[in-house]
């Protein structure tokens, strides 16, 4: 099948592209995760769209290149912010060379990316500049966010603000002004950017090298951008599922981290004994201890938070389906359909009652696809 | 005079693209290093570039502004890397907001560079994200360099490498092999990278925007290139002078972080007691102590490699003016030779004796330009 011999050649066009003649070290930290495997979910994305053009243009193997690198440039700033220990079963960049390095090996992978879609032309160049921009700043939003939500930690001595109100920020605590409005319009609309952009990106970038016409290029985008809302609520729900439903995720990042999803958002919301002891456990700050940890997943698996959670993945996996009927029927729009679905029984997954209590970091692969 | 209310322009453009509105959280930390102030000397070179074809091309601004956003953004970088407290007189974005904020800001600050350049065409684009490939490639290789290199600290726990030979590298200490050549090469083609490129970047981009003849755009960017080279060894030398001397800037901060400057390098390879003292003072590691760093700076200071980089600032600085005789006169290439007759002067600065040791880091700006 033509995906599967044009994600080989994407797999050779990265290869060749970080590979520096005489400077094995930049080679070697420019390699690092693309070797260690990935899903490719992105290029996938970027192929399956080019096939409602002429999938045979050469610019549709760099279109679909660049989206990667892109993603394992953030990917490589995350480690560094995270610092994670591993990623992808493989130390982490930052692990083996430090901080220094991953910062700027990411930079590095960010321009080698540009390089690659230059030749796509103006139209091409600037819908990756603003699709990265939009990804960045939704990265920003969300750590911004830690400290104004209603969800936060203490870490950030961040009081809950009101409407409109001026709060401390930040590790170190800059002051600035936040209009804090709805916490679940604001979530929303930093996955949005965060994770949907790229994946918009690679529908659009590959449907526009492969000179598919405006109207199903725009379709492929509306696609990806709510395909990428589901895939984000699902990692999201994930998190609170057990380490072995995620492929060796470790569960509960996202509470250590303070990062308010959706499920919480809703959960916190509720009224009763649940919601209220909730309420109590998460304004004690970061959720780092075991116990506390366990107490938290378990009020939010038994809460309907979760349960609407995974009722949003259905409608935006629906809202992306929905986007496919603009496309003549394929394989290629089945293939993208069936994503959909993939998503859906993912989220799912098994019953909340049965699922243990959420592992704490460890050596386990992020399947980051 | 035209470049100046160009610059103002240029100014402009870089606030309103950097104005997120109803977020004034981010957009105060992409605008607060431009806030602060700079030289704006990448600007600069791009608008009196562009004078050599039709500078009134509406791309020409943007050529501009587009140089300047991905310069700050290294910055927003390197005060991560270096942990650096203070940048142009006022809190880095990472004192202020923490690592995780100044990285992602650093990262949204590349994407604006490339939404601003993406409209100038593919062979821009291409331009641009080539010499920021350089450009980072240019600082992992110093930062690589740093534990390979002759003058190298303990904390890299790097035994002085032969040439081909394999070492242990970076912080945690990955292994790889380095083919180790000479390092006043390696350490030509890091400033080359990491600092003449982005000149380079300017010259041509503002050239390009303005349609000058392709003759003329070569000529401009091979000047920016020696310009560039010229103003890393002047910042090189000028490490080693009084703070007075750098406006501000603290001294010494190259021996603190162990990078071998070409002083450094040239010094070490002298004969008789002095070398062979400094020799021993460096492969003791790094140079943190008042006293060892004043004794490091004496034996600079009176070695002939002080002298001799001095010299290849000059050297590169003619190299440059050379280049502009390939332009018409106008008084915009006048300007351009007034900046490397400033380099050349900078350099000299006051007699070697006359100066005091290096200070340690203290609030003090840093004049990046």
Known sequence: MWTRRALAEVEDLLASSLRSPGDPFLTSVATHLLGAGGKRLRPRIALLAATFGDPGRPGVIRAAAAVELAHVASLYHDDVMDEA??????????????????ILAGDYLVAKSAELAAPLGPAAAEEQARMLTRLVAGQIREAAGVATGRHQHARTRAAVPGPGSTVRCGDRGGRRDVRNGDPER???????????????????LGA??????????????????AYGIAFQLCDDVLDLAEPSARAGKPAGADLRQGVPTLPML????????????LRRLVARGPITDANRLAAVTRLLR??????????????????????LGALPDSPARAALDGMCGELVSRASGPPASEAGPPGHPSGLTKPDS
């Open 85 to 102: 220990a591993t990623r992808r079963g493989v130390p982490s960049v930052n692990a083996r060379w430090g901080n220094r390095v991953a």
């Open 186 to 204: 604001y979530y929303m609309r930093v996955i949005a950017d965060k994770t949907a952009a790229l994946f918009a990106l690679a529908a659009r």
């Open 208 to 225: 526009h090298a492969a000179g598919a016409r405006p109207e199903l290029r725009d379709a492929l985008g509306e696609f990806a951008e």
């Open 266 to 277: 809703r959960a916190l919301r509720g009224r009763g004994r649940g919601p209220a002891r």
């Open 302 to 323: 038994d809460s309907p938070g979760l349960a609407q959670a995974r009722a949003e993945v259905e409608r935006y996996a629906d809202r992306a389906r929905r986007a």
